[in-house]
């Protein structure tokens, strides 16, 4: 420390020869650093394209065979579908799967807490140490004992030339992931930890800077220095309004205050390092957020129809109450999106400013059950109005009555969700409002089982509701799915009640099969109330909450083929879950004993993920 200290205070003026190599190591280490970052996206990106290719050929193998056993028994078609590796003995062949299986307990579904209700995955937290570690690394490399005549600017170069980056980490619409499958919401992690990293390195430029003293050429009455100052001061605020308690409390001014000062921050930035001649790092920055601007009003513009008066409704929503605290927003578009994904809703007459923009999981899917194509479709949204946006949206409705409508405008699809057609058995879960994610996808599995499409051969369907009122939520949707499942798809819903006031203590267990009932419109296209189902399969509610290892379990010892476990929902169920499937279900003497490997998706904003 005492050495450090001395080399501020105590240090001559550097010769031509230290400024020039000073120089030449900055761009070297610059244009290392941009080769290490390009690498790792590029790893990823052959993964995830060399996963799709693999699951489109295992998809195309299969898809005939299970076509032809399409009449056969459920039991029958999982006997003889299974792999005829799965004796119950070690096979070498299945070693591949088997360690994919061990690094998936590993990578994902091992947490690790990092404050207070926030957790990392153990793959998260891996990329975040290697990308710091990296960073320290090329920062104090060649510095000639921590030499702060090397570093100090060098500091300042690498967290500015990383600003494109750290914008696109955070843009809705970014290359990243396109290329590596990775959703934006998810990359948002890493946004969050490279621009802290950032502001790290732009103190320690700043401090540095400062405790060595600021020649006159330097000093803060010089114009680009004061905008430099206000830039990082901007910086330094937004970040501590982004820490997780102050972002999820105060979530609206969080995002208004975010944005004004990062715009702050590029600009002063930009101006502070251009008068040096560095202008060239910031200024992509700024690039790559008005692309993602101008894409995202662009496809606002697009969705609404904003430029046709021929189609008022297209501005509009439905609010329906659907219980004290719950809101069905229905928008009627021209659009198109995937299953499981979400969307970004705007309500001028709901919302403290008019370009208020919430994200909400589309709760429905743009293809009808029924065979019948619309160029608009039903966007189905289900908000549960508990505080900020959503409390707002509940009071508006409340004191509308029932039904009402409201301006409305729709950005989006975003997300990148799961394809589940190349999975043999899925077992969707969701607590509470998870069940806008997961709805969705059963609909879709029901969609392509009856288009013939998809592998999978069961679906259990499990969710978790507090009231038994909250069945309103989806009963239209979900009668839909189980009345239109057709004899290659079972479906087994079990809806689980946490309420104390709970009389009953039934067994909820439903393997739904109308391959008796005639086909028609009406059932297909959601007619059938939900009680009408209810009698029919005569399914029961049970109380209490679902032995999700043993739900995992059942679906994985008997399937077919490849297992993937869908979740949304609190925290803890998705804590559960991780713990379900790091038990001996999954392990590698399992898999190489021929039992199949288990895909876990959890859908989730930000780090809480456990």
Same mark, same amino acid.
């Given at each position: 420390?005492?050495?450090?200290?001395?080399?501020?205070?105590?240090?001559?003026?550097?010769?031509?020869?230290?400024?020039?190599?000073?120089?030449?190591?900055?761009?070297?280490y610059v244009e290392e650093l941009w080769l290490f970052l390009t690498a790792i996206i590029g790893i990823l990106t052959i993964a995830n394209w060399s996963m799709r290719l693999l699951a489109l050929l295992r998809e195309r193998e299969r898809l005939p065979f299970d076509n032809d056993k399409r009449g056969l028994p459920f039991e029958k078609r999982t006997l003889e579908a299974s792999d005829p590796g799965r004796t119950g003995k070690v096979s070498l062949r299945r070693f591949p799967d088997a360690f994919a299986s061990s690094f998936r307990n590993i990578a994902f579904r091992t947490t690790v807490p990092i404050g207070p209700s926030s957790v990392m995955s153990v793959a998260e937290l891996s990329f975040v140490i290697l990308? +710091?570690?990296? @960073?320290?690394?090329?920062?104090?490399?060649?510095?000639?004992?921590?030499?702060?005549?090397?570093?100090?600017?060098?500091?300042?170069?690498?967290?500015? #030339?990383?600003?494109?980056?750290?914008?696109?980490?955070?843009?809705?619409?970014?290359?990243? &992931?396109?290329?590596?499958?990775?959703?934006?919401?998810?990359?948002?992690?890493?946004?969050?930890? /490279?621009?802290?990293?950032?502001?790290?390195?732009?103190?320690?430029?700043?401090?540095?800077?400062?405790?060595?003293?600021?020649?006159?050429?330097?000093?803060?009455?010089?114009?680009?220095?004061?905008?430099?100052?206000?830039?990082?001061?901007?910086?330094? @605020?937004?970040?501590?309004?982004?820490?997780?308690?102050?972002?999820?409390?105060?979530?609206?001014?969080?995002?208004?205050?975010?944005?004004? @000062?990062? #715009?702050?921050?590029?600009?002063?930035?930009?101006?502070?390092?251009?008068?040096?001649?560095?202008?060239?790092?910031?200024?992509?920055?700024?690039?790559?957020?008005?692309? =993602? %601007?101008?894409?995202?009003?662009?496809?606002?513009?697009?969705?609404?129809?904003?430029?046709?008066?021929?189609?008022?409704?297209?501005?509009?929503?439905?609010?329906?109450?659907?219980?004290? =605290?719950?809101?069905?927003?229905?928008?009627? %578009?021209?659009?198109?999106?995937?299953?499981?994904?979400?969307?970004?809703?705007?309500?001028?007459?709901?919302?403290?400013?008019?370009?208020?923009?919430?994200?909400?999981? +589309?709760?429905?899917?743009?293809? &009808?059950?029924?065979?019948?194509? /619309?160029?608009?479709?039903?966007?189905?949204?289900?908000?549960?109005?508990?505080?900020?946006?959503?409390?707002?949206?509940?009071?508006?409705?409340? /004191?509308?009555?029932?039904?009402?409508?409201?301006?409305?405008?729709?950005?989006?699809?975003?997300?990148?969700?799961? !394809?589940?057609?190349?999975?043999?058995?899925?077992?969707?879960?969701?607590?509470?409002?998870?069940?806008?994610?997961?709805?969705?996808?059963?609909?879709?599995?029901?969609?392509?089982?009856?288009?013939?499409?998809?592998?999978?051969?069961?679906?259990?369907?499990?969710?978790?509701?507090?009231?038994?009122?909250?069945?309103?939520?989806?009963?239209?949707?979900?009668?839909?799915?189980?009345?239109?499942?057709?004899?290659?798809?079972?479906?087994?819903?079990? +809806?689980?009640?946490?309420?104390?006031?709970?009389?009953?203590?039934?067994?909820?267990?439903?393997?739904?099969?109308?391959?008796?009932?005639?086909?028609?419109?009406?059932?297909?296209?959601? !007619?059938?109330?939900?009680?009408?189902?209810?009698?029919?399969?005569?399914?029961?509610?049970?109380?209490?909450?679902?032995?999700?290892?043993?739900?995992?379990?059942?679906?994985?010892?008997? /399937?077919?083929?490849?297992?993937?476990?869908?979740?949304?929902?609190? &925290?803890?169920?998705?804590?559960?879950?991780?713990?379900?499937?790091?038990?001996?279900?999954?392990?590698?003497?399992?898999?190489?004993?021929?039992?199949?490997?288990?895909?876990?998706?959890?859908?989730?904003?930000?780090?809480?993920?456990?």
């Amino acid at each position: 420390m005492r050495s450090f200290h001395l080399s501020i205070l105590s240090r001559s003026e550097p010769t031509p020869a230290e400024i020039a190599l000073k120089a030449a190591q900055q761009k070297l280490y610059v244009e290392e650093l941009w080769l290490f970052l390009t690498a790792i996206i590029g790893i990823l990106t052959i993964a995830n394209w060399s996963m799709r290719l693999l699951a489109l050929l295992r998809e195309r193998e299969r898809l005939p065979f299970d076509n032809d056993k399409r009449g056969l028994p459920f039991e029958k078609r999982t006997l003889e579908a299974s792999d005829p590796g799965r004796t119950g003995k070690v096979s070498l062949r299945r070693f591949p799967d088997a360690f994919a299986s061990s690094f998936r307990n590993i990578a994902f579904r091992t947490t690790v807490p990092i404050g207070p209700s926030s957790v990392m995955s153990v793959a998260e937290l891996s990329f975040v140490i290697l990308y +710091i570690v990296a @960073l320290l690394i090329w920062l104090w490399v060649d510095t000639k004992d921590m030499d702060t005549f090397y570093f100090q600017d060098r500091a300042a170069h690498f967290a500015s #030339c990383q600003l494109p980056l750290v914008v696109a980490l955070a843009g809705k619409n970014n290359i990243i &992931s396109f290329l590596t499958g990775v959703s934006h919401e998810k990359l948002n992690v890493l946004h969050r930890a /490279s621009a802290r990293a950032c502001l790290i390195l732009l103190w320690i430029h700043t401090v540095v800077h400062g405790a060595s003293g600021l020649p006159e050429k330097f000093g803060l009455a010089l114009g680009w220095m004061r905008w430099g100052v206000a830039g990082l001061t901007a910086f330094t @605020l937004a970040t501590i309004l982004s820490i997780r308690p102050i972002r999820i409390r105060f979530f609206e001014f969080f995002l208004i205050s975010h944005i004004i @000062l990062i #715009c702050i921050f590029l600009v002063g930035g930009f101006i502070h390092a251009k008068n040096p001649g560095f202008g060239n790092y910031i200024w992509p920055a700024l690039l790559v957020w008005g692309v =993602d %601007r101008s894409l995202r009003l662009g496809r606002l513009v697009w969705n609404n129809r904003i430029w046709s008066r021929k189609a008022p409704g297209h501005s509009h929503a439905s609010i329906e109450l659907l219980t004290h =605290d719950t809101i069905r927003l229905t928008l009627r %578009r021209k659009m198109r999106w995937a299953a499981g994904q979400h969307a970004y809703i705007i309500l001028p007459s709901v919302s403290n400013l008019p370009t208020e923009a919430h994200p909400f999981t +589309i709760a429905s899917t743009c293809n &009808s059950l029924d065979g019948r194509e /619309s160029s608009e479709k039903d966007v189905v949204f289900i908000i549960r109005g508990r505080t900020g946006f959503a409390k707002r949206l509940r009071d508006h409705a409340s /004191s509308k009555g029932a039904s009402s409508s409201v301006p409305a405008y729709i950005d989006g699809p975003y997300g990148c969700p799961p !394809d589940l057609k190349g999975f043999s058995t899925c077992v969707l879960i969701a607590g509470g409002s998870g069940v806008s994610y997961t709805l969705p996808l059963l609909l879709d599995l029901v969609y392509h089982a009856r288009k013939g499409t998809t592998l999978c051969q069961r679906t259990i369907f499990v969710w978790v509701v507090r009231e038994q009122e909250h069945l309103n939520w989806i009963s239209k949707l979900l009668t839909t799915a189980l009345v239109s499942a057709p004899p290659l798809l079972i479906v087994e819903p079990r +809806i689980y009640i946490t309420s104390s006031k709970a009389k009953s203590r039934d067994l909820t267990t439903l393997t739904y099969n109308l391959a008796s009932e005639p086909s028609s419109p009406s059932s297909a296209s959601g !007619d059938y109330k939900l009680t009408d189902v209810l009698a029919l399969s005569s399914l029961k509610t049970r109380y209490g909450r679902p032995d999700v290892q043993s739900i995992i379990e059942d679906a994985v010892s008997v /399937s077919a083929g490849p297992v993937s476990v869908d979740v949304a929902g609190p &925290s803890s169920l998705a804590a559960a879950i991780r713990e379900a499937l790091a038990s001996d279900i999954t392990s590698p003497i399992s898999v190489m004993k021929g039992r199949p490997t288990v895909t876990l998706h959890v859908e989730t904003f930000g780090m809480v993920k456990g």
